[in-house]
């Protein structure tokens, strides 16, 4: 019955939460897998948004292709 004897680390993780937030850290980067999976969202967030500010361009310009003159 590991569920029933199991130790409350609600106090625990409360006061880590707590005195990291009194440092201004921001919540999603208390964790330490926050960085594990930040890290694939920003560069996906990142690339998305430099991708559709070069294709932007390139539609202004006229071209309708990634590459190439066409």
Do not use: C, D
């Amino acid at each position: 019955m590991g569920l029933i004897n199991a130790p409350n680390k609600v106090p625990e993780n409360q006061r880590f939460y707590q005195q990291a937030y009194k440092q201004h850290t921001r919540i999603w980067n208390i964790n330490s897998r926050s960085s594990k999976l930040l890290i694939p969202y920003y560069v996906l967030l990142w690339g998305t948004f430099g991708g559709s500010m070069y294709m932007m361009g390139r539609k202004i310009l006229g071209y309708n292709t990634w590459f190439g003159k066409n």
